[in-house]
């Protein structure tokens, strides 16, 4: 036989004949064992409120504050206390304010038998737990909702936002909670394309779908999302943004890192099979020199200048080859990054004055040094400068140098308003050798990134043709 579960019962009221009522009432009770404990003023009652009750029993009397002060003290100890009031009263005329207090059921005096007042017991208990329990799953879920770290936001069916979290208040510094009627938040306008197809499913109810809408952020830059949008009631939906633009910059700049390792490796093979032979050509040449006679050395012109002159400069292009691709010896020490910027930019100051390029430096890395090699970081900043400069072909030039902070990285962006870069391009612009310009290596990108990768950082480009390129670097802080 299952032993009984105690449930201890706080009883307070002013009429000692009530509370033997209602404690002889409790002795028929045949579910639990119930310890019934009694107090007649508030003043005993909130002494014994330290103890530990599983429910409470108030009496209440029309006109007298003293019970609904008592049910607001308990209150305060524990939200969802079971509570039940006993009245000598019909509920129905019961003041509203008493039932706001969450008291949980109303009892007439009189009126009860142990079963009933047993079975009320219960579902106090039970609802009690229950709110408790949804109190805590909301706050879970709250908490969830607060510190996710994608954007996340609630809005109605007219694309209305109800809520948001933080990070979405951030990344697109729109902020719900002070909208006015006036001035309506709808998230439908925050999407550069995708507007048809988020109003034709919310119209057509749908429970769930999936858009992949470009977003401006309130720094002004478009970003590739993915939003899944789950219908959470009739007129409620939730709605998740991820950002693809950070997702395909990481898998950019692994595939750039890959890239260049595989590029580093062909070359050595390159290096080994190509300067061998060639060594080979030039000793033969320099024999043929020796051999042949004066005659024969008029009549063949400068045929073995010209092999002497291609070989040396085959094994000066594989040796660049191998410079650009191999990983840099370093000479770390802490720099404050926006120094070496500028340092870098007053390397080609003349060519910018010269062109009348205006310079807009945007710096908020807070003072943090970084462990770099200083004159090779320079190298790169010029680098990127320097192709900055070359692609603004018009009046109005524009270069912005921007510094912030992520996590653990610092990051670089080096951005013009020139001629951009074709997309067929824009995926070979870190290779050996790849240019567009007269009378360009095609190494100084490759250069720049070895740099780059040789610090532990990563680099990309973001192009678009006649709007300008952007070169975003990331160093480990």
Do not use: W
């Not at 998740?240 to 890192?257: T, W």
């Amino acid at each position: 036989m299952l032993e009984k579960e105690v449930i201890r019962i706080l009883y307070v009221d002013d009429d000692q004949e009530d509370q033997k009522l209602v404690s002889s009432i409790l002795k028929t009770a045949k579910k639990n064992k119930y310890v019934l404990e009694t107090a007649q003023t508030i003043d005993e009652a909130l002494v014994k409120l330290k103890d530990s009750y599983t429910v409470f029993l108030v009496g209440y009397k029309p006109g007298k504050d003293e019970a609904l002060n008592l049910i607001k003290e308990i209150k305060a100890l524990r939200k969802h206390a079971p509570l039940i009031m006993l009245s000598g009263m019909d509920s129905e005329t019961v003041d509203n304010e008493v039932l706001n207090l969450g008291v949980a059921d109303f009892l007439i005096r009189g009126q009860f038998d142990g079963n009933t007042l047993e079975r009320r017991l219960q579902f106090a208990i039970r609802d009690a737990k229950i709110l408790e329990s949804l109190e805590q799953t909301s706050k879970k879920f709250r908490s969830i909702f607060e510190k996710a770290a994608d954007p996340f936001l609630l809005m109605d069916r007219k694309s209305r936002i109800l809520e948001a979290n933080p990070m979405f208040i951030s990344k697109f510094g729109i902020d719900p909670y002070t909208a006015t009627p006036e001035k309506e938040t709808l998230f439908i306008e925050m999407l550069y394309d995708c507007k048809d197809k988020l109003h034709s499913n919310l119209e057509n109810n749908l429970e769930s779908f999936e858009i992949e809408p470009n977003i401006v952020t309130k720094d002004g830059n478009v970003i590739n999302t993915q939003i899944s949008v789950i219908r959470q009631e009739e007129n409620q939906y939730q709605v998740l943004i991820k950002d693809l633009s950070s997702l395909k910059a990481r898998e950019e700049e692994e595939l750039n890192l890959k890239k260049f390792s595989s590029t580093g490796r062909i070359a050595r093979l390159l290096a080994h099979e190509v300067k061998n032979p060639l060594t080979t050509i030039v000793l033969s040449a320099d024999q043929l020199q020796l051999e042949l006679s004066e005659e024969s050395l008029k009549s063949s012109g400068d045929l073995i200048e010209i092999i002497r002159r291609n070989c040396d400069r085959i094994n000066q292009l594989v040796s660049q080859l191998l410079d650009s691709t191999r990983f840099s010896e370093l000479n770390i020490q802490n720099h404050f990054i926006e120094n070496l910027l500028d340092e870098a930019l007053d390397q080609v100051k003349d060519r910018i004055e010269f062109q009348g390029i205006t310079i807009v430096k945007s710096y908020k890395t807070e003072n943090h040094k970084l462990p770099l090699d200083a004159e090779k970081i320079k190298i790169a900043f010029i680098n990127l400068l320097v192709n900055s400069i070359e692609a603004i072909k018009k009046e109005n030039g524009q270069i912005s140098l921007k510094t912030s902070l992520r996590g653990n990285q610092c990051l670089v962006e080096i951005c013009d308003n020139g001629t951009g870069i074709e997309k067929e391009n824009l995926e070979r612009i870190f290779e050996p050798f790849f240019t567009d310009k007269t009378g360009g290596s095609g190494l100084g990108l490759t250069n720049t990134q070895n740099i780059i990768f040789s610090h532990g950082g990563t680099i990309r480009a973001k192009s678009e043709p006649g709007k300008g390129t952007c070169f975003v670097v990331r160093l480990n802080l």
